[in-house]
């Protein structure tokens, strides 16, 4: 190894390894008491109104901004996506309601169900429920609490139920002064029992973005504030529990969070216990993620603390770094940053504003559970799914588990739910008595043949199943109406677990109509309360492979019930006929076995699609939905492979003559293959024909280096193929794949667009590029392509830009490559220096062609920016100091050209001579129709006729002269009456 490449690694090795080994214990920076005011009953006559105003509560800051541009992994696709949704059908929700229409932005919409009673909550009011949904205290603003809530609307409201005490807690801030104002109910009943009501003093900071949850020895509330000096700063309070549940005088004590980084925004979160078990005093978790795009992480991980008070002497008190779990402990990377950290990064459809992702933030609750043989808490946050593509939110969720009340914490599951391009966020995760995970989220999707304005969604998973997986269907609570006229989104959702019955899952969350915002109550359950219910999960086998005449059917049977059940009738239906067969063993209630069935399958056509249906036929059976699962199962061909992608080389400036040529290939069909025949070819040049040595199993993909390297060194654009030649390959259609490549003088990489400024929103004919994202101030779009016919009087493009401010002057010019020597001339800009008024609209520009641009394609390029600044807008090259540039392929072509001039004027045939016999010819010219190839030796016998078809930039026709006598030929390529003829000769 190169000596300072290892002099290098063991450095860094050494500061990893102590930044993990140091663990930091602080004492607390502030503690105060308050005093209880009795609040009587809540009744009819004493709520005062909510208020019914359009009101922004608590503007977010971000402050210092830690992010470094271009630090942090991964550098591609999530390693824990879970890219399908899952298929265990899963009850439809047991109750919806709209909990409250308001316009406060954001509703800060929470909720907690208690034995008797679900309390709602948003900015800055409430209301109480049965648990039927039938509403036992109206709307009412947080002020009708009375005691220290009179007169106090500052908002940022949180619910908690605290299941060990049979006691609601109400909390909310104030500024004057700053403070926390906490009620906690004098008895089970919110509505009648009356109020304790309490203000803590902050110490004059305002405690942003509050969370609470439930410990042992206290109420722990985690906050957004002091930022910059987050580890030695007041950040976390705990409350003295005991105290507050009598009405007595209660203390307040704070705590840094000490060797915390941040990037300016951040919400770190207590463990909230639920169940039936209270967790021992004292050793009270505080978890935070810490993404190594910041300043100062060096790896991606999770940070937990642990709190222990002493309320008899708080100067005892200690909070302590505790644990850092991190790759080597099974956390994978993850992009926890959207837009450099600002706070519009989700597009809605429409022109509405993008939504907060709600980044850097660990989500409403983190749920804690004691279990026989082991303590769980289930946790998530927003993540970017691929930070290399426009920005896609999935969620991250975890399971850590704690086997020992003073053992550390391991990750026991992982998983990023974000199974189609749709975004999801603002998730809210909890786990019930079983051990059954459920997520509520919301998803948004801008695609314009598909718009999904915020809706609310939830999944889940079943104690037992795949590790990491989201394996329920995904259902609905409610679909939304309209987009949501603000950035601001949530802040945050709210999930709890029914006490009642410990399986019953209760989600608020917001979603639009027109200006309005709902806060919406779903209900849902994932463990059964029946007696009698089992049902198919899943076929296990066979998968889609080269199958034969005896295939075995192997499925999942579930006991959804509590009750176990024996001899269950199990059926499959293949081909219109059914195979009956009886499940004889015992299965116990929430548990699952694999069960093969008897009889065999003949799935042995190759290629064919088998559709199975497997059903549980229990006598009695207390839910038939969850009975029936199919699947369609596929014969794969012994032998299909094909290129699925060229990953090099890439556009760029100065590509030479010797560029490494690189694809993926995958294994299509139902056998490993090995010693697979590649190519590629660059242009209509000759094939560059090699071999892969290796061995592809079934389902897999590898990547390839060609040894023969290619010559682009001239500049201009290529179009680059490569593909397979299996012998006896099942389908050519997936055999090969075509990238184009630009030798470029110039890429004006550097420029800065983290303010919105450059080119957000690109159409012009058949490209529609939205959501483009900012990167380095360079984009490499040359793949999408569109026709432009020189015939038509104008064109229209349609341009967008994200930034514009008082002054600005963001501009744009655009220019095509007319005669493809790889730079962009002043004669050849068609648009120059147009001014874009205003951010987020949609500006038409026409544009004309000139008469005479040469046929065929062409690279455009487009650029904008703020001309205030460094840089030439004009200059193709120039790097401005605040823009973008974005490369893209037209295609022109005449429509009133006739076809003789087209053929014989414009187009060249060349015949390319590749190797035994085998000859390439092609016609170079962008003409679309359908044209005849012929072949004629020199006595004017044919010996060849075929239709050919134009493949994008040329005729292309491979032609077997192998089995021909040596000798002269002339080849035609045109229509009958009118064509292109090139002599060659056979050797």
Same mark, same amino acid.
């Given at each position: ?62 402050? $210092? ?60 009011? =409430? ?124 203390? #307040? ?101 993008d939504l907060d992702a709600l980044q ?14 082991h303590n769980s808490v289930v946790l ?48 809210? $995760? ?10 509520? =989220? ?119 019930? #509590? ?294 394609q062409h690279l455009l390029r487009i ?117 292109? #003829? ?6």
């Amino acid at each position: 190894m190169n000596s300072k490449l290892l002099y290098f690694l063991l450095i860094f090795s050494f500061f990893t390894l102590n930044f993990y080994a140091q663990k930091d214990i602080a004492k607390p920076v502030f503690r105060d008491s308050a005093q209880a005011i009795f609040s009587e009953a809540i009744s009819e006559s004493s709520l005062v109104p909510p208020k019914d105003e359009h009101k922004i509560y608590n503007p977010r800051n971000r402050g $210092i901004n830690k992010v470094v541009p271009g630090k942090g992994y991964p550098k591609g696709v999530d390693a824990a996506l879970q890219s399908k949704k899952g298929k265990i059908p899963s009850r439809a929700p047991i109750l919806n309601f709209d909990a409250v229409t308001t316009r406060s932005t954001p509703s800060d919409p929470t909720g907690v169900a208690g034995l008797n009673h679900y309390l709602n909550a948003w900015n800055s009011a =409430f209301s109480i429920y049965d648990k039927e949904g039938n509403i036992l205290m109206p709307p009412a603003s947080l002020a009708s609490i009375g005691g220290e809530f009179e007169d106090e609307t500052l908002g940022d409201p949180i619910v908690v139920y605290d299941q060990f005490a049979d006691r609601y807690l109400i909390s909310q801030f104030s500024d004057t002064p700053e403070s926390f104002l906490i009620a906690v109910s004098r008895g089970p009943d919110p509505v009648n029992d009356g109020w304790y009501t309490y203000r803590f003093s902050t110490n004059r900071v305002l405690p942003d973005y509050p969370k609470i949850s439930v410990w042992s020895d206290g109420y722990y509330i985690t906050t957004n504030k002091n930022s910059n000096t987050a580890d030695q700063s007041q950040v976390i309070y705990v409350i003295e529990r005991d105290q507050m549940l009598q009405g007595e005088t209660a203390q #307040v004590v704070s705590f840094p969070l000490p060797g915390i980084e941040t990037n300016g925004f951040y919400s770190p979160a207590g463990f909230n216990a639920m169940g039936n078990n209270m967790p021992p005093r004292g050793n009270a978790p505080i978890i935070y993620l810490q993404d190594d795009a910041w300043a100062g992480v060096p790896e991606d991980h999770l940070k937990i603390w642990l709190i222990n008070v002493d309320w008899d002497n708080l100067n005892n008190s200690t909070i302590e770094e505790s644990q850092q779990l991190g790759s080597a402990s099974g956390v994978s990377p993850f992009t926890a940053t959207f837009d450099g950290g600002a706070f519009s990064n989700l597009a809605q459809p429409g022109n509405a504003p993008d939504l907060d992702a709600l980044q850097a933030t660990m989500m409403y609750m983190t749920q804690y559970r004691r279990f026989l043989d082991h303590n769980s808490v289930v946790l998530n946050f927003v993540v970017d799914v691929d930070p290399t593509q426009a920005e896609h939110a999935g969620i991250r969720w975890y399971e850590l588990r704690q086997y020992g009340d003073d053992s550390d914490w391991i990750v026991h599951q992982e998983g990023t739910y974000a199974p189609d391009k749709s975004d999801r966020f603002s998730g809210s $995760i909890g786990i019930d008595d079983q051990g059954n995970i459920g997520l509520g =989220f919301t998803v948004l999707d801008d695609s314009p043949g598909d718009p999904i304005f915020p809706s609310i969604r939830y999944t889940g998973r079943y104690e037992g199943d795949e590790i990491g997986i989201m394996t329920l269907e995904e259902q609905s609570l409610v679909e939304g109406q309209s987009p949501n006229p603000s950035s601001r989104y949530g802040d945050y959702a709210h999930l709890t677990v029914d006490p009642s019955d410990g399986i019953t899952f209760w989600h608020n969350a917001e979603y639009f109509q027109g200006e309005n915002r709902l806060n919406h109550v779903g209900v849902f359950r994932l463990a059964s309360d029946l007696t009698r219910d089992v049902g198919i999960t899943e076929i296990v086998s066979p998968i889609d492979a080269s199958l034969g005449a005896n295939e075995q059917i192997t499925v999942t049977i579930r006991n959804f019930g #509590v009750s176990a059940q024996s001899n269950i009738p199990v059926s499959y239906r293949l081909n219109g006929e059914t195979v009956n067969d009886v499940y004889t063993d015992r299965i116990e209630g929430a548990s699952s076995v694999d069960f093969t069935f008897s009889e065999t399958a003949d799935l042995s056509e190759t290629g064919e699609f088998y559709e199975i249906a497997v059903q549980t036929n229990l006598d009695g059976d207390q839910n038939s939905a969850n009975d029936t699962i199919s699947r369609i199962i596929r014969n794969l061909p012994p032998r299909d492979v094909g290129v699925t992608a060229v990953n090099a080389p890439v556009t760029s400036e100065n590509l030479g003559r010797n560029e490494e040529v690189s694809i993926t290939i995958e294994n299509f069909g139902g056998e490993p293959q090995s010693d697979i025949p590649v190519w590629y070819q660059v242009g209509s040049n000759n094939r560059v024909e090699e071999t892969y040595p290796g061995t592809i199993a079934v389902g897999a993909d590898a990547v390839y280096n060609f040894q023969q390297t290619a010559n682009l060194s001239v500049d201009g654009r290529y179009m680059l193929t490569a593909g397979t030649q299996l012998q006896d390959d099942f389908d050519p259609s997936n055999d090969s794949q075509e990238a184009s490549v630009a030798n470029l003088n110039c890429i004006p990489e550097g420029s800065d667009c983290d303010f919105g400024d450059g080119i957000s929103y690109f159409e012009l004919g058949d490209i529609l590029n939205e959501r483009i994202p900012c990167t380095d101030g360079y984009a490499d779009f040359i793949s999408y392509a569109t026709n432009l016919d020189r015939a038509e009087e104008n064109y229209t493009l349609t341009v967008e830009t994200f930034f514009q401010a008082e002054g600005d002057e963001e501009r744009f010019s655009m220019w095509i490559d007319l005669d493809d020597d790889g730079e962009f001339d002043d004669d050849e800009r068609l648009i120059t220096s147009q001014s874009l008024t205003q951010a987020n609209t949609a500006f038409p520009f026409d544009f004309t062609l000139p008469e005479n641009a040469p046929l065929g394609q062409h690279l455009l390029r487009i650029r904008a920016g703020d001309v205030r600044y460094e840089g030439d807008l004009n200059s193709p090259c120039d790097v401005m100091a605040y823009g973008t540039t974005h490369d893209y392929s037209v295609n022109i072509i005449d429509s009133e050209l006739d076809i003789e001039d087209f053929i014989l004027n414009e187009a060249e045939l060349k015949v390319l001579d590749e190797f035994n016999g085998h000859y390439r010819v092609v016609l170079e010219t962008s003409f679309d129709e359908t044209l005849r190839i012929t072949v004629h030796n020199v006595l004017g016998q044919k010996m060849l006729e075929n239709k050919v078809e134009n493949s994008g930039d040329a005729y292309i026709y491979d032609l077997d002269m192998s089995y021909a006598a040596c000798g002269v030929y002339l080849v035609r390529i045109g229509t009958r009456q009118v064509g292109k #003829v090139k002599r060659f000769i056979v050797k």
